[in-house]
């Protein structure tokens, strides 16, 4: 128990320290005074900053994935795109609720190798699970059954990073509700008969 709240301390100081400072200018000495602990047992939990970036990245991600692995089991197309729009809009609304924490990741990204391969590993699992509601959809006839479902979802998922790195660094012009509805047009457009 004490074990599992030091760590959690450690967690909440990583995510502190980062927002204030950055990936880069962070510490491990930063965050292991802000948690109150010390080296040693800082260590006994995570090997450095990117350990525990690491695991923050997995934190933030879960809410993610919790979008992406609703329920897809739609009958008509009209139902499919209802579904589409809900989902985009609640992943594009997310990323700025986060943004805070995904500016550190993308950062992270950028300079370390440990966050780029958790973030290739990130990329997959969704590309995975759009591919696999594309085939349900291809299976039920209402999209097109020539498409690669792994390409068509590689394309959507990439769409959405630039769309969460853009909100991320508010870059965007246009409001979360025209995004979604704007890439579900493009997307059930070119894929569903």
Known sequence: MRSQQTRQKLLEA???????EGFHKATISQIIKRAK?????AYVHFTG????????M???MASFYSIAELPFT???????EQLIQHQTLSFLQLAESEHQMLQVLGEAIGVSLSAQAKWTE???????????DIGYSQ???LARGALDAELVARGWFYSHEMYLWDIVHRRHQSTLEEIAKT??????GGLYA
């Open 49 to 56: 900053k990117d350990d525990l970036l690491i695991v923050l």
């Open 14 to 20: 990583a995510k502190e320290v980062f927002q204030e």
């Open 139 to 141: 299976s039920r006839k």
């Open 37 to 41: 602990t010390g080296y040693g047992t």
């Open 74 to 80: 739609p009958a008509t197309r009209e139902e499919a």
């Open 58 to 60: 997995e934190d933030v």
């Open 122 to 132: 990130i990329r997959e699992r969704f590309i995975s699970r759009i591919a696999q």
């Open 183 to 188: 890439l579900t047009a493009i997307y059930t």
